[in-house]
């Protein structure tokens, strides 16, 4: 009730308009069978999620390059329990070359996924605002690949919908943790540890 709440207070304030309290029960309503829905969703696919693979075969996996015209972002998400969440990204384009990197810190979340689907939507939003139209995203979370390639469930993946219609193309990629490990280094950075938001514009080297 709290979300939609202050959803329909948004719709007011930045839409100038009024829903009535009849109507934002029911949406509130939906929102909860929504919710309700997801996390069985969650639970089966987490029991379908395969073990880990070869070490061979993931070793032969590298960063690749996105196609001709595009930027492939980079992201990954970082949580520890009742600790400030960050979130990464790097981006390249079909050369390879760096073309930026940020971080941030928020106030914590439940869990790892949420973690990982505030750190998506972060850098896409922050990819439509340097005016990139088509986007690659790339983050090491098997979980929120499936559930953004199989449903519209959950308020972050709603959020992570209607940011990726604001882009020309998009896709969403898994690899594997050690073939993300610029955007983890991103993220684990001590740099500017008091700012919440860092961006930037030169190769960033972690140690």
Known sequence: ILWRLWKCRNVLLFQRRHIPWLKVLQLAKYDTQEWL??????????????????????????????????????????????????????????????????????????????????????SMQLCWAKGYTRVVFEGDSQQLQKLSLNCGLLNWLREIWHWSTGFEDIKFCWVPREHNSEAHAVVISNDAPLISYVYYHTLLICN
């Open 37 to 122: 829905d997801s996390q069985n969703h969650i639970a089966r696919i987490s029991q379908t999620i395969p073990g880990p693979t070869n070490t061979t075969n993931r070793r032969q996996q590298r960063w690749t390059r996105p196609p001709l015209g595009w930027i492939k972002c980079n992201y990954d998400g970082s949580y520890k329990k009742n600790l400030p969440t960050k979130a990464g990204w790097i981006l390249r384009d079909h050369e390879g070359i760096f073309r930026g990197a940020g971080r941030t810190i928020t106030s914590s979340l439940s869990n790892l996924l949420e973690s990982e689907a505030q750190a998506l939507l972060i």
